[in-house]
């Protein structure tokens, strides 16, 4: 399915690797940021805390691989969003940080999406 069915909720939360990511944090950035930018100019709504705190990491000096704050800052963003969209970047299914995303939506009841960064193709949870 293409993403097209992402319009219909009123914000999407992107999850993909950034520490186990094969090719480094610097490019699981510029690589997600990617992703969010096509999704945004289809007029999907999304929150890509990758997006958002690597840049935040960088120029304030702060250590980007801190798991427990991190995910602590992200937390009202996983609460408002509507769905949870997984970029299949390589790592993405040895992701701590994935992981507990997953956890926080499937506790919540909320709809998790899988999508190829390469084809933009995008599946349910139970397809996988």
Request: proline share 4%; charged share 20%; glycine share 4%.
């Amino acid at each position: 399915m293409k993403f097209g069915v992402l319009l219909n909720y009123n914000l999407c939360y992107i999850a993909s690797p950034y520490t186990k990511y094969l090719h480094g944090i610097d490019q699981a950035y510029k690589d997600v940021c990617a992703v969010a930018a096509v999704l945004i100019t289809h007029g999907v709504k999304v929150f890509a805390p990758i997006c958002h705190s690597h840049s935040i990491a960088t120029h304030g000096n702060i250590n980007p691989l801190n798991h427990n704050m991190w995910l602590a800052a992200d937390e009202p963003m996983m609460d408002a969003a509507d769905a949870l969209v997984i970029v299949k970047l390589d790592g993405w299914n040895e992701s701590y940080g994935v992981d507990y995303e997953v956890d926080v939506f499937k506790a919540a009841d909320k709809d998790i999406f899988y999508l190829n960064p390469n084809t933009m193709e995008l599946s349910l949870e139970h397809d996988q």
